[in-house]
């Protein structure tokens, strides 16, 4: 099979938000929370879940400072992605980089948002994200001046459970 110049530029667009090694460019469309984007690649809405960390849920303390932070960064701007996986809803984990800075360390650094061990694994990514999480921590910046902030997939674990046990 032979493909012409106009069907390889539409396989790239096609494969480029799944190939880890590319960055590709889209514009957001809108901002779903802290941690999850809309975005427009040529005629396709994309759906992209911020790699390496995990910002807090709506009805949870700083759920809504996060999106609007996460607003401010990307919202109607052409933002650079690097796609890493994809997640069981189906959306591109992707490291967005809005104005040369990325999106995920600024959430981090701002205390709206923590390193999500189980899935930052790339390095020396994960250990710098890890750093400004504890140096958030300790200038008790956002979500960190609270007591004991409980993390999105604790919080998230919690309302299933009451859901289970009907106490809502």
């Known amino acids: 099979m032979r493909v012409g110049a106009g069907g390889l530029v539409l396989l790239y667009l096609l494969a480029a938000p799944l190939s880890p090694a590319l960055a590709w460019h889209a514009y957001v469309v809108k901002v779903l929370d802290g ?27 700083y759920g809504e400072q996060a999106k609007r932070f996460t ?37 981090v650094r701002e205390g709206l ?3 999500y061990p189980k899935y930052c694994l790339e390095q020396p990514l994960c250990s710098s994200l890890k750093r400004l999480e504890y140096k958030a921590r300790r200038a008790r910046r956002g979500l960190w001046k609270a007591k004991n902030p409980v993390s999105p997939w604790k919080w998230k674990q919690r309302e299933r459970s009451r859901g289970q046990n009907g106490r809502r």
Do not use: F, H
Request: glycine fraction near 8%.
């Open 35 to 61: 941690d999850s984007l809309r975005v427009k690649k040529g005629n396709r809405i994309l759906e992209i879940r911020l790699y390496g960390i995990d910002a807090p849920e709506y009805g949870q303390s």
């Open 113 to 115: 948002a923590w390193v």
């Open 71 to 107: 607003r401010r960064l990307t919202y109607k701007k052409t933002v650079s992605l690097t796609s890493k996986d994809m997640d069981r809803y189906g959306r591109i984990v992707a490291l967005v980089k809005s104005d040369g800075r990325l999106v995920s360390r600024e959430l």
